[in-house]
């Protein structure tokens, strides 16, 4: 298996042809329905591999899978199949640029019906959600989940969690998962081409920081409320 791949034209995705083989576990990490996204992982394990390798299909219009597969082999379906299974799909065919690819695992064969599939295995640093979401300087704030688009915040934090956190003066490394959002006051001072601006504070509720606005709104330029995610 190559460290790396994303997979889009008809002279990689022959049918019947196997694209990936690999006999590490691996589990349903994340779906966004928002950009028709599915992930699966297969995570580091002690004394035996330390990379993470990151499975991506995209765009998804149908899916039958396990939610964990032990081994996993992954081909192009046969044309025949795959008109089977796309007939049984209302809107979904070959001429759109869908193709379905079918996971065997364990004698068991599942499908997942999208127009493309990707991986990558390495070091998957512990605040990064995944290989296929990083920190990119267009996006407003540090990635929440392992996909792009609207995060339903599964793996948002309770303020108790959050609190627990900042208690501990050297927290454990560990993959940072889960985030909470607190709200950072920010102001500006001076006029012209060359004002400063800087945080004035962070609170874990917006009421706390638009009261804390308001006491400091007459004082500054001009100060406005961030809503930003701690990484836990």
């Known amino acids: 298996m190559i460290p790396r791949a994303w997979l889009t034209q008809e002279h990689e995705l022959r049918p019947g042809t196997e694209i990936f083989r690999s006999d590490r576990r691996f589990a349903l990490e994340a779906y966004s329905a928002s950009h028709g996204q599915l992930l699966l992982r297969s995570n580091p394990v002690e004394d035996e591999h330390e990379t993470t390798i990151d499975l991506l299909f995209k765009p998804v219009r149908a899916v039958r899978i396990l939610d964990g597969h032990t081994g996993l082999a992954i081909s192009c379906a046969p044309a025949g199949e795959a008109d089977e299974i796309m007939a049984a799909l209302p ?75 900042l208690d501990s003066a050297h927290p454990p490394p560990a993959r940072r998962d889960r985030f909470r959002y607190v709200f950072v006051l920010m102001t500006e001072v001076g006029d012209g081409d060359s004002p400063r601006r800087s945080g004035a504070g962070v609170f874990l509720t917006r009421a706390d920081a638009e009261e804390a606005a308001r006491l400091l709104a007459p004082k500054v330029t001009s100060c406005w409320i961030e809503t930003l995610p701690v990484a836990m």
């Open 91 to 165: 809107g979904v065919r070959a001429d759109r640029g869908y193709r379905v690819f079918l996971l065997q695992s364990e004698g068991r064969s599942d499908y997942v019906v999208s127009m493309a599939v990707g991986w990558e295995e390495g070091i998957l640093p512990d605040v990064q959600g995944s290989f296929f979401h990083s920190a990119d300087a267009y996006l407003p704030q540090w990635p929440t989940g392992p996909l792009f688009g609207i995060n339903p915040e599964f793996n948002a934090a309770s303020v108790q969690d959050l609190l627990a956190a």
